[in-house]
């Protein structure tokens, strides 16, 4: 199943362009070209509209509706389902001259030319209209959201006639009547529709979830005159008179403030209130040019911490920028209680619902970059754990069982199979917890926010699970491990294996909090009620934990029986019956030894130290013939342990299309949406892979590899609140440190000290691909 | 989980009785009182309509509505459902005196009393009636099903006026308009309303498949004057004025004939048109009497070949006259091409789907006792063989699939883990061939629509199973065996033990066609291409079958793996948790040993001399007391062979509430319809368990017991024709043949030939209760 490129875009180190619009591309384009601020998102549609094939796409981070399904009667069940929903277009705009709408897929044009410059975040789309009656005008389309007042977003339109002089009529507003996408429905209520002077407001409201949005703008530039116009019932609009001269560009700027209420109390609603009224003098104070100068400073920090550089390798340059770009888009800690969706902000597959892959994915990325946005992902499950203990009565268990897909903190995931059986939404917190504490200085968050998570999923685990044996062994009956193509399984080595680190890393922190603060400590045992008796059950069921290990082999077994299953050539599947969901009945999928993404090995990544080298071996050479990588996640994790193994070839065919997913559309999806989630898997490609970095040893160690496919490349990340630049070249790798302190290192096996001097060290042989 | 009974008709050996009518059961005696005669089925509910607690229910036989549901995404999944729909009320009846409606609800009686007549299958209710207006009336109210013509119902209305003389208006007719209760819809399109002099036509349609009934209808009695009236758009309706003199009974008459056509074919069209044709004349030609006479005549004979006598124990004489009662009256062989739903025609739930209960269950009884309805029921699976095909084809399985629930032959089961998941309903379909042909002298039967249905389950299960170990061991993945308390096991015992024997008799039946007929053979060996190497590899999956023995403890594992199972102790559980599926989360029923019904000992049953007495007990005292029953037809199997372990206790307790499930409702849900499928179970239950008959060798076998509870009873089967007679008392049993012929029987393991002359044992110390 070799994924083949489908490549548009122009190849550049700092931009992607698009020459010569392709309207079958148009909605790739849409998603390639989506901006974001972590708090909304804006697919790349055109400003002025477009009756081809588009997904006029605005969403924002924790706005949602709820659709009640017909209730299972079955308990447990997930009987309704949560999304992103599609908000307001505040980008709505139309343009006439002579009654003749400028719409892309009917207007002549030429010159098409977009880019969106990643060193900036600024969108420009240009191109020059013939009109039908022989007008001929040059357009400029230029957007951004800013990325330090999240509210923001800033729209500019430039016209300049070649060969007339006359007026043109640019219809602009703030629409919520576009239809969500995947329901083919509306779902706001609109109100409040206000318009003064060269500006106009709107409030739209979800009625399931009473959520709002107050969208508001105002407009500068060259207005002739303007006026009130009616577009629909769910929109407020004005439409300006421009006058044109030859020669001479005419500007309309639009800048508009979005301000959600999530719903959840009257507090905050009077603060929305608040924030409302406040806007319009806010707005007033803002201007186009400094909002786009503030915005550039605000990337150029971006990318002196966290660029990556690959030289000899355009199309990856290009790639992985692309990746770190969207990743800050995407989210960078601007708001407490919103996490990420599996597309980001760019589409509506999946829901917008965040998964496991948050911490187990996403999460190193901020580790290293932001690590404030790393400890707001974390604190979404704090938020949310009463939701999440609900789950767990739902599911006749105690303490905490968090959701498999989430907006709101709730189980949006209708498949019981999924929803019931997967424990990694909840191991997958604690391990987040434990990595951001083992790199964080942060002893408050683990005490305060974190700990009370650990002790409730260790309850729901100490619940869920079974003793057999005569009590001699513990583990989990009926689950589904990562591998989604094994079901119902018993003793799931990662399960079990993420079960024991979940119970042990509890009572460490318990005991860390004793000795540290006995106060705290005995404050925190008597609020949760936590026993002697519980905690040693706890230790217990750690303990006895069943873990399937062949010692002659060094194998873990995937669950209990794995072994015995019938074995498939994955190799002797025909191409076309990829993908497998959609061509072999449900259940021939789960009826062999295939499986879908890493299981085992993921273990072998989260914890690699923990594993022999003779063990990962063993266990990669006997997992991987069996994996189909039908998850995007699957190949990043694959290439970094091929590196580690010295298989340069296998870890570079498996990094392939990493950080070019998307750009290149391998999986023919991207009009759907960004793979978010695996974007951030491209960079822990890079940097854990290549770089041979491991973050789960005191202090971090590096063992960086060079692909024989490059000549050299860069990574930076923050560490211990320095700046750490590690430049690998063909021979030599060199750590630099820009910060300020003497930061202690591991580089092959050797204990560094990095202070402002840079130091070099020679690449071993056999780590030159 | 001790089942209680709610005892509410008087216990009678012929009859079941109701007095002074409590409405809070008016729908348990609406599913007991039902009337069926396999073609169409009434409930018993009011003729006058009712305005309490009511579901007035009709069902016809193969008569229903499909609903189409979003398309998962994933493949082999049933996207829409068929259900037997609520049809014509043909007994539709309203009565006025000075304008009050008689209705129980509302109205003033006194001397209720309903009396159902298992003889003769009469339904006759009286009751006086004492209007506002101060006149008192004696209404007596019969109806019967014709179980000779099966088209035919009829309604006979008596009313005797005590202290007055006057008019009294009856509005009588047939009415589409009922709705479905479990959708609360009706699906009936009306037309064709042909009203003539005491005579009444409509047809109704369902649009979603094409199929239609006609339900006509005359009038005989003292009718004054008559005329039309309109009650509702989906009904014909007369209004017939009776005079009424004190003390002088007036009778009204209504003899209906209900025609189905199925949708089938343009010729079945042509028929159905020319039956409706006919059927004014034959209507004019029937009397209620003869009628009434030829119904009592048809019971006569059920009763001379099929009854069970119980000496010393009331309830359960009433109750198992009521189960062979209600057997006949759901199935009787009157039509081809249909089945028995698990609720008969007696209610709504389950949808009127069949399930593999039939052949496992229902078969033996039909087998001796109505050889030609156990044809029919085979048939029914050969003409649906096609569909079977069409579904192992979405399963991605060459072959045969047979449904789990159906009533076309189209899988109606929604839930994947069923629909997908269980092979049992196929190789049930094999099972009750086998048992037919050793049983019927039939070979035609076996050639020519047997053996096209074992090659084609051969054929799924050929391309379901799987190898392992090199090619050296066969069997079943991926699947859930009778106890659907364990999902997406390898390797049940069950499923792997009736593939081996699926494989092994197929193989058989195709040498004895060789044998027989080898033109025969030659021709379905060429039009169903079966190749010598097909045939090859059956053998070797046969002979290579695993069947999960443990060779030390006699136990067979129910699947791979079960031993390794937590353990509950079934006891420990709340009585309050029950029914599980209602107080567990949906995954935690799975995660343990417990089972919902047997599974191993299933096979103990259907193959029972193929195991020893130290296996069977060794099983049974393993899988005992992991069962909880919470299928209603699981205690009958432990009751059986706990007979045969001579568990005497054990076998009477599990035998307690068999044959008053619904009289006594124990499971509190007999409003919704009656256990028709259960009720199968509870003649098994006397016949194979406490007459200890073995019909799986050659002659069938007895080794009565007598419970200590009964001072004796009997039972006859109908076996080579002839009609045997088993007489048990405390110390003897007598074997008589009533019919011409003599025949070989077992006896406590001796082979007697039992002609005219009755033959008596001594029931062995050991097998006295």
Known sequence: MAKIADRYFIVDPWNIIEEDFNPSYAQVAESIFSLGNEYMGTRGFFDEG????????????????????????????????????????????????????????????????????LRNGLLRRSFTWATKSGKILNLIFERFVSMGNVHIGAQKISITPVNFSGKISIVSGLDFSEAHRIFNKNFWDCENVITEDSYLSITGKIESTNQKIFSSC???????????????????????????????????IKIASNIVYTGSSKEDHALFDLQCAKSRQDLGALDYCTLKKENTAWWDKVWNNSDIVIKGDELNQQGIRFCIFQMFQTYHGAKKGTNIGAKGLTGEAYSGNAFWDTEVYCLPFFIFNNIEAAKNLLFFRFVTLPEAKLRAAELDCEGAFYPIATISGRECCTLWQHASLQLQASTAVVYGIWFYDRLADDKNFLYDFGLPILVEVSRMLATRGSWTDNGTKYGFYGVMGPDEFQMMVNHNCYTNYMGRFTFYYTLSVLDQLKDHDEDQFHHIISRMGISADETETWRKMADLMFIPYDEETKLYEQHDGYFKLPHVDIHSIPVEDFPLYHHWTYDRIYRNDMIKQPDVLMLMLMFNTRFSEEEIQKNYEFYEPRCIHESSLSPSVH?????????????????????????????????EGLHTTSIAAAWMNIVYGFGGMRSDVEPISFAPSIPGEWDGYSFRITYKNNVILVDVNKQTVTFRNTGSDIIPLKVYDQTIMLGKEAQEFEIPADRRG
Do not use: C
């Open 50 to 117: 477009y009756s081809g094939q588009s997904l006029v796409g605005n969403y924002f981070n924790g706005i949602y509706a709820r659709l009640n399904q017909t209730p299972s009667a079955y308990k447990g069940m997930v009987n309704s389902t949560e999304f992103m929903v599609n908000a307001v277009n505040w980008l709505y705009t139309r343009i006439k001259i002579d009654d003749e709408l400028l719409d892309l897929h009917n207007s002549k044009f030429s010159d098409f030319r977009r880019v969106l410059n």
């Open 218 to 252: 105002i407009f500068h530039g060259d207005i002739e005159n303007q006026k009130d116009v009616f577009i629909n019932p769910k929109a407020a609009a004005k439409e300006f008179i421009l006058d044109l001269s030859p020669d001479k560009e005419a500007v309309l």
């Open 639 to 671: 290439s970094i342990l091929a590196s580690q193994l010295k298989k340069h070839n296998e870890a570079y065919d498996f990094f392939r299309f990493a950080t070019r997913m998307d750009l290149d559309n391998y999986n023919r999806n991207t009009h």
